[in-house]
């Protein structure tokens, strides 16, 4: 069980020590961690944000635990050499399509949310994001009108199978939770939602356990504030999802909680070959503090275990000691408590 540790900048190699802490406690048979350098910090040795021995790395291991990459140091860089490419290659380069986003307001947290306690206690939902097609990656430019004007565009389309790959994705991951998949487009406008519409209905035919509905993106923004509690599996394409998943996610009270997968269709001998990584960025403003939350990074750890390596049993016992370090006081200021980054990592692992 290869794993690439790349904790890159800012505050991501205090939360990736939480992190592996906890993995190293559960004294799993044949864990083996491979340090990495990626964003700045790869940069700053080898003159680049990704370079060929990271990739190496990432391809020679079962599963990659990202911290998070950027600095303001390289502000001036040109765009290729920015560490914040280190992600896009990586999504890129392992054609990790479908990405993950779990969030559930943890017990004891409720009041933490922008959303009324009530509301948000009700929260336990998952989006599955199209990660490697639509607008993001169509043809792009800039141009001139016939009036002289410029004009900019940005092509959005999918094809049947990107569809179809990260439908499958979706309905595996719905029948895993609840049996109910939302699948959210724009059809009544889009001709890539049609056909999306089209390809999740064809699909939904594999899937007898599965309740399909289709919701238009803007009702499903107005409905994830609304009654967030009544989803739980969601599936979208990038653009939606990009804007949905932030959204979703936030309802829940602290960046420093929501963790993400990004899986691919690379099989390995233990389960699906993915990177795992907090929503949030490096956090500049309060790195090498010893402050920033890394219950998000240790969430991810968890679900690299669950995906990657099909350790159910010891994904949910670090949700669960999650859980109730949370539920325990074990709080940083970004949840209104005073507690550091190796105190709140010490609660996870007391609770363990
Ligand atoms: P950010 O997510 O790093 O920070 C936003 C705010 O949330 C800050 O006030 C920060 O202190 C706080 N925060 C974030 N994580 C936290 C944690 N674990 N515990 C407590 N507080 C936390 O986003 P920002 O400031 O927009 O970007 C900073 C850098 O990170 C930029 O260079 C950006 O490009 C990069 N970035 C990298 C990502 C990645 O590596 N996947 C994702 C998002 C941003
Ligand atoms: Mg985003």
Redesign the pocket.
């Known amino acids: 069980m290869k794993i690439a540790i790349l904790p890159?900048?800012?505050?991501?190699p205090e939360?990736m020590a939480e992190a592996v802490r906890v993995l190293r406690a559960l004294d799993l048979p044949g864990m083996e961690l491979h340090d990495g350098l990626v964003?700045a910090a790869a940069w700053r040795v080898h003159g680049h944000p990704l370079p060929p021995e990271t990739l190496a790395l990432m391809h020679a291991c079962d599963a990659l635990l990202?911290?998070?990459?950027?600095?303001?140091a390289?502000d001036g860089l040109e765009r290729h050499l920015?560490?914040?490419q280190?992600?896009l290659g990586m999504r890129k380069e392992l054609g990790l399509f479908a990405n993950l986003r779990p969030a559930k307001v943890f017990p004891g947290l409720e009041a933490q949310s922008s959303l009324r306690p009530e509301v948000a206690g009700a929260i336990d939902l998952m989006i599955v994001r199209e990660l490697n097609g639509d607008v993001y990656f169509g043809e792009k430019g800039m141009r001139e009108t016939a009036d002289g004007q410029r004009e900019g565009y940005d092509i959005m389309s999918y094809s049947e199978s990107e569809v179809r790959r990260i439908a499958h994705a979706a309905f595996r991951t719905a029948q895993g939770r609840s049996g109910r998949l939302c699948s959210v487009d724009k059809a009544n406008v889009l001709e890539t939602s049609q056909l999306w519409r089209d390809v999740m209905i064809e699909v939904a035919a594999e899937y007898p356990d599965v309740t399909l509905e289709h919701m238009y993106v803007d009702n499903a923004a107005m409905q994830l504030v609304r009654a967030p509690g009544k989803f739980d599996t969601i599936v979208t394409g990038n653009l939606f999802g990009d804007i949905l998943s932030d959204q979703a996610s936030m309802c829940v009270g602290?960046?420093?909680l929501l963790a993400s997968a990004s899986l691919g269709a690379e099989q390995t001998a233990y389960g699906t070959k993915g990177a795992y990584?907090?929503?949030?960025?490096?956090?500049?403003?309060?790195a090498g503090k010893g402050?920033?939350?890394?219950?998000?990074?240790i969430l991810s750890a968890a679900m690299m275990l669950r995906h990657s390596f099909g350790l159910e049993a010891e994904a949910a016992r670090i949700e669960a000691a999650v859980a109730s370090a949370l539920n325990a006081g074990a709080l940083?200021?970004?949840l209104g408590g005073t507690m550091g980054t190796v105190a709140i990592g010490d609660a996870v692992l007391a609770a363990l």
């Open positions: 890159g900048d800012g505050i991501g939360i964003g990202f911290g998070a990459v950027g600095d303001p390289c920015r560490p914040e280190a992600v602290s960046i420093g990584e907090p929503i949030h960025g490096s956090a500049p403003d309060i402050l920033a939350n890394p219950v998000a990074m940083g200021a970004d």
